[in-house]
């Protein structure tokens, strides 16, 4: 390969991986919670009224979100360095699909994940392929592009902490994760 291919190809690979950073990564925001406990009065509200259960309600609210319901799916999983959508995922895409078809203001934000191996960019990227791959076969079902968002979390949102063959296959994967 002459020096300019290789420029090329430098220039090219630097392009995507910086293209995979500002692909949409989203940090949603919690509500911040004191750090210091006021102090409770006889009924356990505290200065400003609130009980421990309104503290709970604030940290925790309520799913409210749109979707298909709890009996389907909103996970996909993938094969190890893999961005295929497996033929057994195929009713999770049409469930998710029909319900977005039929439900045109709906949106969901298709979150691309992998396990920790592997660098941060590389990770990223594969997240991004996930992800696009999944919302390919939702649309190739029925459902609009704009009500869907690709985005990648990398290795960044595991869902298992460990370093197990199990644990890092319950990362590899792309949530669907319906927008209120």
Do not use: W
């Not at 420029?7 to 995507?16: H, M």
């Not at 406990?37 to 609130?50: D, K, L, R, S, V």
């Not at 990223?124 to 704009?146: H, N």
């Not at 869907?148 to 199990?166: D, N, Q, V, W």
């Amino acid at each position: 390969m002459n020096h300019r291919s290789a420029l090329l190809l430098t220039a090219l690979a630097a392009a995507l991986t910086l293209g995979g950073c500002a692909s949409g990564v989203k940090m949603n925001k919690a509500p911040v919670e004191s750090k210091t406990a006021e102090p409770a009065n006889a009924n356990g509200a505290n200065a400003q009224g609130a009980g421990q259960s309104q503290v709970a309600a604030v940290q925790a609210p309520a799913e409210t979100n749109a979707g298909p319901g709890p009996d389907v799916p909103k996970s996909v999983y993938f094969a190890f360095n893999s961005y295929v959508v497996d033929g057994k995922y195929r009713p999770v895409l049409e469930n998710n699909a029909q319900y977005l078809s039929t439900h045109p203001a709906a949106h969901v934000q298709l979150q691309g994940n992998t396990d920790a191996r592997g660098s941060r960019e590389y990770n990223l990227a594969l997240g991004q392929k996930r992800a696009d791959a999944v919302m390919k076969g939702m649309e190739l079902l029925g459902a609009k592009p704009s009500q869907m968002e690709a985005i990648s979390f990398g290795k960044e949102k595991p869902k298992a902490l460990g370093t197990t063959e199990a644990d890092y296959a319950e990362n590899r994967r792309v949530d669907i994760v319906y927008q209120k």
